[in-house]
Each structure stands twice: as structure tokens, then as C-alpha cells.
């Protein structure tokens, strides 16, 4: 199975900083990333699908790149509903492995 | 309204057997692949298991640990996702998510979920 990483598992922000979440896959896996949000008590909601392609809805803030095993989900200016979970998975293979997650919340 | 909407969760002993289930509405189920998801207390997202729309064989996919004991199904005629759970062990204690894959291929992302149902092992 392909193993996936998150750092850091947590950080603490501001209301408008820029925040970046780096994923890492064990093995090459093209853009076959996802980006998941997770607040406390409710499902998880994609927002970046295919590494950089934002999810409809999802606001612009939100941005993801990278390719073959390196991955970047960035904030562009963090907001007071952003702060949550966010977990990457890989959809490249059988089973569809998720990240560890990484909780973002407020400094 | 695109939605998921699990039922069936509940308190069961070491051992036991569950059964899950998903309505889903607002889009073509019969098309759909469609898993399970769970998240255990305090945990992250873990990948239960997968099947696959009857135009695609049908077939199914597990996850390791519940290979053997968990079985997905569905019945398209009712938009109803079954997550059949036997020999239940307290380390499958999680919130279960039934959830939809935005491809009919194994490129795709979990784009809709449901709010999730609670399965707790305990005796």
C-alpha cells in the first residue's frame, strides 16, 4: 500500500495568515492527490481533487500543487472558518490511503 | 439535493454483527461507485471498502482489517448503499461515513458524504 504523510500534524494561525500543508506520498503518485477539510462533529468536505483542481464551492483561498510524490495545499489568507483538519489521500491506487491530517487552529 | 444519509449504527458486543445503510438521493445511484469510510475516536479517515456500479462488474474492494468480516452491497432499485459488519472487534469502534466517488474509475475523490453513523464495539 502507498503511505502518505502530513506535516506538520498541527500548527496555530491568525486571522489572514498564509498557510501551507505539505503531503507526501511513499511512492510516485502523478496528481492523484486529494485535499479534504474536517470540522469538528461533521464529514469531512473535498476541496482540491487531482492536486490543484478546486472542488465547485470551494472559495479561491484555497489552492493546491505538486506532483509525484510531493504535494501543497496552501490558504492564501487564512479566515476564522478555515481552521479545522485537513487530510490528503491518494487516489492513485487500491486502497485509497489518507493522510494522518494536519489541525489548524487559531493562535 | 445531493445527499447521503446513513442509519443503523449503534452499541454492539464483541462479536456481534451490524448492518449499515445509505439512502442516496439527487443523483444517478446506479451509476455511482460508492464506500465506506471511518473514523475512529480521535482519530483520522480510514478507507473501509468499495463497490463498484453494475455497469463496472459490481465487484467489491476491502480494506485489510476488515477483509473477511465486512461485506459491501447495494440495491440500486431502492438508492441504498448496505455495509454488512460480522465478528465485530472493539478496535472497529469509528463513526462511519458512506460516501461518493466522483469517477466511475479508480481516478477519482470522495465528493459527497453523509454525516456519518455511530458504530461502538464495547461489551
Known amino acids: 500500500d502507498i503511505q502518505m504523510t502530513q506535516s506538520p500534524s498541527s500548527l496555530s494561525a491568525s486571522v489572514g495568515d498564509r498557510v501551507t500543508i505539505t503531503c507526501r506520498a511513499s511512492?510516485?503518485?502523478?496528481?492523484?492527490l486529494n485535499w479534504y477539510q474536517q470540522k469538528p462533529g461533521k464529514a469531512p468536505k473535498l476541496l482540491i481533487y487531482?492536486?490543484?483542481s478546486l472542488q465547485s464551492g470551494v472559495p479561491s483561498r484555497f489552492s493546491g500543487s505538486g506532483s509525484g510524490t510531493d504535494f501543497t495545499l496552501t490558504i492564501s489568507s487564512l479566515q476564522p472558518e478555515d481552521f479545522a483538519t485537513y487530510y490528503c489521500?491518494?487516489?492513485?491506487?487500491?486502497?485509497?490511503?489518507f493522510g494522518p491530517g494536519t489541525k489548524v487552529d487559531i493562535k | 439535493e445531493v445527499q447521503l444519509v446513513e442509519s443503523g449504527g449503534g452499541l454492539v458486543k464483541p462479536g456481534g454483527s451490524l448492518r449499515l445503510s445509505c439512502a442516496a438521493s439527487?443523483?444517478?445511484?446506479?451509476?455511482?461507485?460508492m464506500s465506506w469510510v471511518r473514523q475512529a475516536p480521535g482519530k483520522g479517515l480510514e478507507w473501509v471498502g468499495r463497490?463498484?456500479?453494475?455497469?463496472?462488474?459490481?465487484?467489491?474492494d476491502y480494506a485489510a482489517p476488515v477483509k473477511g468480516r465486512f461485506t459491501i452491497s447495494r440495491d440500486d432499485s431502492k438508492n441504498t448503499l448496505y455495509l454488512q459488519m460480522n465478528s465485530l472487534k472493539t478496535e472497529d469502534t469509528a463513526v462511519y461515513y458512506c460516501?461518493?466517488?466522483?469517477?466511475?474509475?479508480?481516478?477519482?475523490?470522495?465528493?459527497?458524504w453523509g454525516q456519518g453513523t455511530m458504530v461502538t464495539v464495547s461489551s
Open positions: 460516501t461518493h466517488w466522483s469517477s466511475s474509475g479508480q481516478k477519482g475523490a470522495f465528493d459527497i
Open positions: 439527487g443523483f444517478t445511484f446506479s451509476n455511482a461507485w
Open positions: 463497490i463498484k456500479s453494475k455497469t463496472d462488474g459490481g465487484t467489491t
Open positions: 511512492q510516485s503518485i502523478s496528481s492523484y
Open positions: 487531482a492536486a490543484s
Open positions: 489521500q491518494q487516489s492513485y491506487s487500491t486502497p485509497p490511503v
